[in-house]
């Protein structure tokens, strides 16, 4: 995992430097992560090793019956995004 939970302070940080776009984070309540691909023992920003990592991540979602949403369906893509689908009751 790269990023986690995030306070409101760094979820503003982010927006100012255009890396969110959005009013709210989930990762503000800890119902997101970021995550990197290691690929010969470093980061890879190529996308097929997140396209693997994210279909582990939705087979795991789908055995335990806890709903994901992927960044890399979105429009914007955002490959390295997971978070918890819907409201999570804590």
Request: charged letters at 25%.
């Amino acid at each position: 995992m790269i990023d986690g939970l995030r306070t409101a302070k760094e979820h503003a940080r982010n927006v100012a430097n255009g890396k969110s776009w959005i009013k709210r984070s989930k990762h503000q309540d800890g119902l997101a992560i970021d995550f990197a691909a290691y690929v010969n023992g470093k980061i890879t920003y190529q996308p097929a090793p997140y396209y693997e990592i994210a279909y582990a991540f939705f087979t795991c979602s789908e055995e335990m019956n806890i709903p994901i949403i992927w960044g890399g369906n979105w429009r914007a893509k955002d490959l390295m995004h997971i978070e918890l689908k819907g409201k999570v009751k804590m």
